[in-house]
DNA sequence: TTGGAAAGTCAACAACGCTGACATACCTTT
DNA sequence: AAAGGTATGTCAGCGTTGTTGACTTTCCAA
């Protein structure tokens, strides 16, 4: 396993040991992202699956479900579930395509941007505190990381996501 | 807040577009950090609650029930669920505590090890290579952001875990 | 006009959170 | 030693959110 030509810095990270403690600080960094919007949701009748939907309805105004269905990797069925309880609670609005009216438009509606922004407050506020303690050189790394660690079809789906918001 | 002194480019992480980017990239780094042990576990009863137990046990090897709560963040009814068809299938051994015989400390059989060798292999595959994309620098950073992410007591429990492992 | 894509419904099921009720073991107090 | 409270773990049942399968309706395009 050892090799003696590379330099020994960049092999020390390879260690099963080293690989184990980034598996478990992905487990517990990822605890404490969602833990600030779960607390919010906790007594809605919304739970993770409603967050995640008005997250991206908020950040793609207008798009389809199917495109949601891409992003968020679930079944219809399931996504449906989910969109279905946010229309009735007017939180989200499904406008019928003019071009093709099969599609339906999704959009947040006032009520919807107001529970979006308080989410996603709470969610950058973590983010944030995390991004001020590391330090920048930290969050390009981080960042670098993690896109390494998408699957390639994902890593797509989130660079188009990176560069349509540009 | 604003620090007059810091250099002008560590406030330009703090836009909430580069939030947000951030906030994206947990969630779809995530997707990609459960996907392989997933797929292994699909097809078997069991998912990644079995996972997660799995991975703790054969950390700690002869921890108790209790321990596995504090760290899994689960409740006890939900845990011990897991735990009786990991037990039941031979995959983990509960010996009853000598000292307090109300604990249940816990092992891996041989085929439990087995399976965890199998998915942390896939996983630590995954992040060896995410690894050695970005190099140890960006790896480094990594590790600084997520931990600046945890939750207070979570990170104490992270770093208990990093130190007994050494 | 026919074929297929998009959207949605209904039904059933699995994984894994949760609470409540309970049994057992231990410890402290009397 | 007996009594009561605390800690540990088990069993039963429920809710959310994921899954598959079968089906209908609507519409565009060949």
Redesign the interface.
């Known amino acids: 396993m050892a090799d003696p030509t590379a330099s020994g810095?960049?092999l020390?990270?390879?260690t099963?040991?080293?690989?184990?403690?980034?598996?478990?600080?992905?487990?517990?960094?990822?605890?404490?992202?969602t833990?600030d919007p779960d607390r919010i949701l906790e007594g809605m009748d919304y739970g993770r699956a409603h967050h995640?939907a008005i997250?991206f309805i908020h950040?793609s105004p207008g798009t389809t479900v199917s495109n949601l269905l891409t992003i968020l990797?679930v079944t219809k069925q399931s996504l449906n579930r989910v969109l279905r309880s946010l229309i009735e609670d007017g939180l989200v609005e499904a406008r019928i395509g003019r071009r093709d009216k099969r599609e339906r438009h999704l959009h947040l509606t006032q009520k919807g941007e107001a529970l979006e922004r308080e989410l996603?407050d709470a969610?950058?506020a973590?983010?944030?505190?995390?991004?001020?303690?590391?330090?920048?050189?930290?969050?390009?790394?981080?960042?670098?990381?993690?896109?390494?660690?998408?699957?390639p079809e994902?890593?797509k789906?989130?660079q188009g996501?990176?560069e349509s918001?540009a």
């Open positions: 810095e960049s020390l990270f390879l099963d040991e080293q690989l184990r403690k980034g598996i478990e600080a992905m487990f517990f960094a990822y605890r404490g992202f833990a995640r997250h950040r990797g996603s969610q950058r973590r983010m944030r505190a995390a991004y001020r303690a590391a330090g920048p050189q930290a969050v390009a790394g981080f960042r670098q990381v993690l896109e390494a660690m998408m699957d994902l890593r789906q989130y996501l990176k918001g």
